[in-house]
């Protein structure tokens, strides 16, 4: 058996040695059946039995390799290879471009080098790292957030377990410190650049006021320890000055969270859970303080067994707190002042409590409701419509599989309104990304310029048929080109079942009556019928927005009139002779039309400036007349005076 894998493993090497580095990656990480090499969980299985006799030091050696390898490229990937379609439409990425590479353009070579020489570490805070950091250090926050409380209140919760709190505690006390030096070297953006100048973000980080609140979480209030022993937690309630990294934390998981409303409604309880346990320590604090045992409101005596246990403890003042903050049980009535005052502060806190569970509560169900009340509007609103004209029932029943097949396969989203706020060339870009499966068998889009790519995908609208809709019938004036993004559509007879072909994914089809082209039979007017045979969706494309867009494009638009031609002259649908022809007098009419509505339009540009230019000379003249019969009316008096004191300025 050891000979058979000897001898098989040595072609495998070699084999292996003469591919690139990308195929042993792929061999390694995918075990890719493409490759010229076996898959590494298939070479080890064949080898296990192979790292003894003969050659063992070289295989395992070549083992030890290969897992360096593996290991080497989970570190270090490799940029993701791009699509050819989208990079020509996205254009090459950016390097990466910070205040500190444009403030090195006014320095020489040399300082250039030295300066990268002295590159530092820099936390960004819209990468994945300084997620992944704000979750470690959420840990040791929330861990003080409830168990300093705790362990301040419930002696025998810190007296039992002294060593654990010991090293839990300053184990947060050093990520603590850790979080300090990230916050000082965080980067901020600077004219739309990230600053990596160590001393600007530390002066940056010194503005801020959460470096004061850091500063006093940082406080090394333990030393007190040293005087009045290690069982008293109360000491470390600095520590929770840095609780805004725990909302940052959330912040950021809500964004990044694609359950945004349930993450919301979790993170509402948790915040409720924290208040309640927070009330319960210092429910039993007070009883302490007050005595144990003393009234009825109070915590019962601890000398009773039931009552001493440290579970118990908790419990209760948990159960005492619930119900006195949610207002939903009865609890003993306080006795001493101190009681009534904690009770009052906290069925205040327990309405405000009661009134942000409805409201958030209600908002979230109502957000994660609101797409289906609005679809189950429109379809209420078409139903009601459609029983008072008296639509057929088969009608009403196809409208309604209509509706239920949008809300099935989720495309009852419109599009337009969720991406209305973002500019084009990102709405271009997500709609390439979308529907890129579909825009790539589209031959017209393939070696169109990116300019005309971004503005046709824009005007793109989506639409759906249903089984047996037609979406065009011979005879009809073509006011629209369509793409099939999804579906199938058949090219059919008069008879509506003769089918001569097939159309699926990526055809297009309707350029032609929309086109224009110069001696075609059937002028704007369908030359077949198109039926859809199930659901499809389709792209439309309006004629009015593929003139426009093919206007500073004649290329493209001289590629669409050529193929329109030869389907035209196939079916002997175009006269050659008209087509052969110089101008189309129709396009000469057309040109003279706009250029008369343009003059037009500027003639009447040209009367609103002279109006304005007549008006404008009116008040010259009216001011120029007022400042005349203001010098008229000056004496030689006046002028003495204004020369007399023009000489005492003077002196």
């Known amino acids: 058996m050891a000979k058979i894998c000897s001898e098989n493993s040595l072609p495998a090497r070699s084999r292996l040695s003469t591919s690139t580095p990308d195929e042993e990656l792929a061999v390694i990480e995918n075990g890719d059946s493409r490759s010229r090499s076996p898959s590494l969980s298939e070479r080890t299985l064949s080898h296990r039995d192979s790292f003894t006799g003969p050659g063992a030091m070289a295989r395992l050696s070549y083992f030890f390799y290969m897992l360096w390898n593996w290991t080497n490229h989970r570190a270090n990937p490799e940029t993701q290879r791009h699509d050819s379609f989208l990079e020509r439409f996205r254009g090459p990425d950016l390097k990466d471009i910070t205040s500190r590479g444009s403030n090195a353009q006014s320095l020489g070579p040399n300082d250039t080098i030295h300066n990268r020489k002295k590159e530092i570490w820099i936390m960004d805070p819209a990468a994945d790292l300084y997620y992944r950091w704000l979750s470690i250090i959420a840990v040791p926050v929330f861990y003080n957030l409830m168990m300093i409380v705790t362990r301040s209140c419930f002696n025998e919760l810190q007296d039992t377990y002294t060593k654990l709190w010991i090293v839990l505690d300053y184990s947060a006390d050093a990520i603590y410190y850790m979080d300090t030096f990230v916050r000082s070297r965080t980067g901020y953006l600077e004219q739309g650049l990230l600053v990596k100048d160590s001393k600007k973000l530390r002066d940056k980080y010194k503005t801020t006021s959460q470096f004061k609140y850091d500063m006093v979480s940082m406080i090394p209030t333990d030393l007190l320890f040293l005087k009045f022993g290690f069982n008293n937690p109360e000491f470390r309630f600095n520590r929770l000055c840095k609780i805004s990294r725990l909302f940052e934390f959330f912040e950021r998981t809500e964004t990044r969270t694609s359950f945004p409303n349930m993450f919301r409604i979790s993170n509402l309880v948790l915040y409720i859970l924290v208040i309640i346990h927070w009330n319960a320590c210092m429910f039993f604090a007070i009883s302490k303080t007050i005595g144990f045992g003393t009234d009825t409101w109070v915590y019962p005596n601890i000398s009773h067994p039931e009552h001493g246990r440290l579970a118990r403890k908790y419990i209760y003042s948990l159960y005492w707190s619930t119900l006195t903050l949610t207002t939903i049980g009865e609890t003993p009535p306080p006795v001493r002042d101190v009681e009534f005052l904690f009770v009052i502060s906290d069925f205040l806190t327990g309405v405000l409590i009661f009134a942000s569970i409805v409201g958030n509560v209600g908002a979230m169900i109502s957000n994660m409701n609101a797409s289906r009340a609005e679809f ?31 809300w099935t396969e989720k495309k009852t989203c419109d599009e337009k309104e969720v991406l209305k706020n973002l500019p084009d060339k990102l709405k271009a870009e997500i709609a390439i990304n979308v529907h890129l499966d579909t825009l790539k068998k589209v031959r017209i889009f393939q070696d169109c310029e990116a300019g005309l790519l971004i503005e046709l995908v824009l005007k793109l609208q989506p639409q759906v048929f249903s089984p047996g809709d037609y979406i065009c019938k011979k005879g009809d004036i073509g006011r629209e080109m369509y793409i099939i993004k999804e ?4 090219v059919v007879a008069d008879d509506g079942v003769t089918q001569f072909v097939v159309l699926s994914d990526g055809a297009y089809f309707g350029e032609i009556s929309i086109l224009g082209i110069k001696g075609s039979k059937a002028g704007n007017r369908r030359t077949a019928n198109i039926r859809s045979v199930g659901y499809s969706d389709l792209f439309a494309l309006s004629k009015d927005d593929l003139m426009e867009s093919l206007t500073e494009y004649p290329d493209a638009k001289k590629a669409l009139e050529e193929k329109g031609k030869a389907i035209l002259m196939k079916d002997n649908l175009i006269d050659e002779a008209i087509a052969n022809a110089g101008a189309d007098p129709k396009d000469l009419e057309e040109k003279i039309v706009k250029l008369q509505t343009n003059l037009d339009v500027m003639q009447t540009k ?13 008040r010259m003249k009216q001011r120029v007349t007022e400042m005349e019969n203001k010098v008229k009316s000056v004496t030689p008096e006046d002028l003495s005076e204004v020369v007399a004191d023009k000489d005492k300025k003077v002196q």
């Open 606 to 618: 040209f009367a609103k400036l002279m109006a304005e230019v007549t008006s404008s000379q009116t």
């Open 376 to 406: 189950q509007a429109k379809i209420d609103s078409i139903k009601q419509y459609m029983q008072f004209r008296k639509v057929t029932k088969d009608l009403e029943a196809r409208v309604i599989k209509w509706f239920d097949y949008l």
């Open 487 to 490: 579906g199938k559509l058949a």
